[in-house]
Structure formats: C-alpha cells, structure tokens
C-alpha cells in the first residue's frame, strides 16, 4: 500500500469522473434544438 | 428579495464564511490552507491542465475561420475605440496586485532559486516565472470567460449569468437548471471571497506605504489597518448607494495612469539601460518557453519546490479563476461588436506585454539591489512582503511622492474594484438584472467589506491566498461546463 494514498486516489477519481462528465458533453449531450 | 434563493443561499454562505472568520479567525485560516493543500497535490494537474487548454483553445479560436464571428450582430461595430478599450483592459484584470507584487513576486522566486542554481540564473528564472503568473494563462482564464459571456450576452440575447450558457445550449433540463444554478452560487462564491481578498491586500499595501510615509516601525499595532479598512469601507459604501458609475470609472482611469506614471519614472531615474535589459530579455524567454510550461507540475522535484509550486503558480491560477466570472462581466461589457480574433489578441496579448514590462521593470530593480548593491532586499522580502516596493522605492528620488503615489493608487483600484464587484454580485443574484436594486448593492457591499475584514484579521498574505482559493475551486469545473457549451454553440455557427 506504500504507493497508494487513499485521499489522493479518492480525490482524483472525482476528477476523472469530471472529465466523463465532459466528454460527454461534447459528444453526446443533446443540445437545445431550438438554438 | 426574500422570494430569490439564490440572492439567500449565495448571502447565507458568503455571510456565513465572513461570520465563521470573525469568530474563529485562525480555525478558518488552517482549515483552508490543509484543504487548499490536499486539493492542490491532487488536482495540481488538473488546474494546470485546464488552463493550459483554455489557452490553446484561446489561440485556436484567433487562427481559425471562427475568429471572423463577431461579439454581436454582424453589422455590430465596436462600442469603444481600440484604445480606450485596451486601457481599460488594462485597469480591469490586475489592479492592486501589480502595486503589491512588482517587485516582491521576482525577489521571492529569487530566494528559493537561488538555492538550486547561481544568482544571474536564479533572477533569470525568477523573472520567467513572474510573467508566467501575471501573463497568457492568466488572461486566458479571463479571456475565456469573458469570450463566453459576451458571446451568449451580445449574439444569442442570453441573460449576463454564468448559467446561461449551459442552459442554453444544452436546454431547460433538470440537470441544466441544477448545475446551472450551483454554477451562478460558485461564481459569487468565488468573487465575493476573491475581492474580500483583494480588499485585505490593499489595506496591507497601503499600510506599509503610511509606515514607511511617516517612520512608523513593527511596533505601530493592529490599529493602522482597521483605520485603513474602515477609511476604505466608507469610500466604497458611499458611491453604491447613488450611481457613480461614471465616476468610478474615471478613478480607475487614474490610479491606472498613477500606476504607468510611476514605471515610467522609475524607469527615468533609476537604472535605465538594465531595467531595459531585463524586461526585453524577459519578453523573449516567457514567448520561447511559456507554451511547455503551462504544463510543468514540479513533479520530480523535493517538498520546498513542490511547497513553491502549490502556494504560487496553483494559488495564482485558482485567483485568477476566482476573479473571472467578475472580470469576464466587465471585459464582456467593453467588448461588444469586436470579433473573436479581436478580442483574443487584445485580451491576452496587450495585458500580457504590459505586465512583462511591468514586472521587468520592478523586478530588475530588486535584482539591480541584490545583485549590484549590499542592499538588504532579499531580508525586507522574508520579513515584511508588504513594504517591499516602498522599500525599493526609498532607493530612488523622490521617494515621498511615489510612496503616496503607490498609496492612493492601491487605495483608488480597491475602492473601484469593489463598487463594480458589488454591482456584478447584485446581477449575478438577482438572475442577470442589468440594474440591482440599491439596497442589494449595499448588501453586497457590506458583505465583501465583512470578508475582507476577516480576510485582514488573519493578519498574513499567505491565509489570505489559501481564503482565495478554496472559494475559487469550484469555478476549475465551471469554466469548463462554459467551454463545452461555447464550443458546441460556436460549430454550429455558418463559417466562411
């Protein structure tokens, strides 16, 4: 376990699931087709 | 007023921050600086990720077809002259920071340099990093977010709100009104806490300008900075209960021509030829390097470089984030009939000239004593950052005059950053009303004055930066929500 600090893993896999999040958005969320 | 839940939750929280520091002044201080610091070892790349991309995105946009779309409808022309439009650019984004940093930042880097390499190439290094902190990335962190909101603002008829991006592209949807509505929360969040700081460092700043106008040694006491302060709160209160915005502006005209004259005359009398020296060689390293080091994290190096790094270049950044729903407001606003490409050169690119000349000038100043004289710089920085310019000041003529200078200056940008934080607050609140109530100006006011205050109690520079950036970690994910939606707007735009 020397190598894995729990809140550093923690923290980041929030950020990871941000990136998704943005993927996401810039592939597949619907847009407004009205705009 | 009562029937908004935003103006209430978004008064709750700041409030609730201000009252927390009052009553436990240094419990807020450390619970921010350990929570800054675990985000910043784990999110460092990240931050430094996102802003490099917004960047790249920034100059993508300028070189591409899309550069030609205006800030408003096609046959818009731009609302102010290129020139008074830059000035006023100029004013908007730095302010007192410039007064207070000047010549502190280039000598603090200096200090931990020169540890790992000689003294020319520590200064060298020194002066690389200031720019990087004040030049392209800093802007483009601005510049994006002013992008956007005048985008939707001026073109699609949107309401000035950091929500109304998201909701408009992506549409009425419950997950848009819930993320759009904790977007418009961070965004008063972020200034409310990233002026209240601004205000504590223009008290420090003019503090040690009265002490060093009138010999007042360490032993003065706490009650120059609250006369100060409440010197401050009374200018700052009195122009928001009757509109002043004319005048406010021509008060940031002048503390921005006090801020040039003083460089220019620094640059006369003081030792012309090597400040010339520093700032054209400073201009050539940051365009050579800056691009690959938007992406340095000090990953390899020992815990003072990586100390270095989380509580300068990252603190740097999360304030520049913090002041970005603000600036972007008031960029946005001066920006309307400039085109994309426009308005990427003269956001990030004058800004960024003027404070590479801004920073060499000073920072070579501080060099010129370190390296060519006995001078005791380097003690004045480790002891006491806020004189440092007055210090450096004392060294050439007429120091009285450009002590007050610096004096009235920080004092002029404090006072003209909060009125228009507080009308920025007040239509951020109040779902984008171009004109808040008075009494929701004074609200706010008081509010940033009560943060401020606390941020003042905390006594030191550095829990005043780690205040900051708590407040401004949210907006790391917001600016990017603004991207994606300006992106997928901007691609269905018809491009010649």
């Given at each position: 376990m020397t190598f894995t600090p729990l809140v550093d893993t923690f923290l980041n896999l929030g950020t990871f699931a941000f990136i998704g999040v943005l993927i996401w958005l810039y592939t597949k969320a619907p847009t407004d087709p009205d705009d | 007023m009562f029937r908004n839940p935003l103006l209430l939750v978004a008064l709750a929280v700041t409030g609730g921050i201000a009252a927390w520091g009052v009553i436990d002044n240094t419990g807020l201080a450390a619970l921010s600086a350990t929570t800054v610091a675990t985000l910043f070892a784990s999110r460092g790349w990240f931050i430094m990720l996102t802003v490099s991309l917004l960047l790249l995105v920034a100059i993508w946009l300028a070189l591409s077809p899309y550069g030609r779309i205006k800030l408003g409808r096609d046959d818009e022309e731009p609302e102010f002259d290129t020139i008074s439009w830059l000035t006023m650019l100029f004013a908007a984004g730095m302010g007192v920071g410039l007064l207070y940093y000047g010549a502190a930042e280039p000598v603090s880097h200096f200090i931990l340099i020169d540890e790992y390499v000689s003294g020319p190439e520590a200064a060298e290094r020194a002066r690389f990093m200031t720019n990087f902190h004040w030049g392209l990335h800093a802007w483009a962190i601005y510049g994006m977010t002013a992008l956007v909101i005048a985008y939707f603002g001026f073109?699609?008829?949107?309401?000035?709100?950091?929500s109304a991006p998201i909701q408009r592209v992506f549409g009425q949807r419950a997950w848009t009104l819930v993320v759009g509505w904790l977007a418009d929360l961070s965004a008063i969040v972020a200034i409310a806490i990233g002026v209240g700081g601004s205000i504590a460092m223009g008290v420090f700043q003019v503090e040690g300008g009265v002490a060093s106008l009138f010999g007042?040694?360490?032993?003065?006491?706490?009650?120059l900075p609250l006369a100060i302060f409440a010197l401050m709160c009374v200018a700052f209160v009195l122009p928001l209960l009757v509109d002043l915005s004319k005048g406010m502006a021509l008060l940031s005209n002048i503390a921005m021509a006090l801020a040039v004259a003083l460089m220019l005359f620094v640059v006369i009398v003081g030792p012309t030829s090597y400040m010339m020296s520093g700032v054209v060689g400073g201009i050539g390293q940051y365009f050579w390097n800056v691009l690959p080091h938007g992406f340095a994290?000090?990953?390899?190096?020992?815990e003072n470089v990586e100390g270095w790094f989380q509580s300068w270049t990252l603190n740097y950044m999360a304030w520049w984030l913090a002041w970005g729903p603000f600036v972007g407001v008031f960029v946005a606003r001066i920006s309307r009939g400039r085109t994309i490409r426009e308005f990427v050169v003269g956001v990030m690119v004058v800004p960024t000239l003027f404070s590479m000349i801004w920073f060499g000038v000073f920072g070579s100043l501080g060099f010129y004593g370190i390296?060519?004289?006995?001078?005791?710089i380097l003690e004045v920085v480790e002891t006491n950052i806020n004189e440092t310019i007055f210090f450096v000041l004392d060294q050439l003529p007429l120091s009285f005059l450009t002590t007050l200078v610096v004096v009235i200056a920080a004092f002029l940008f404090i006072v003209t950053s909060v009125v228009s934080a507080a009308f920025v607050l007040g239509m951020f609140s109040t779902g984008g009303d171009p004109d808040p109530a008075v009494k929701i100006k004074v609200i706010w006011g008081i509010l940033l004055a009560a943060l401020g205050l606390v941020m003042l109690l905390s006594g030191s520079i550095d829990a005043v930066r780690s205040i900051i950036s708590l407040g401004a970690m949210p907006f790391v994910l917001v600016i990017h929500l603004l991207v994606a939606a300006f992106l997928r707007a901007l691609v269905k735009e018809p491009v010649r």
């Open positions: - | 073109r699609k008829g949107c309401a000035n709100l950091i007042l040694g360490p032993e003065r006491g706490g009650w994290t000090f990953t390899f190096f020992d390296l060519r004289t006995e001078l005791p």
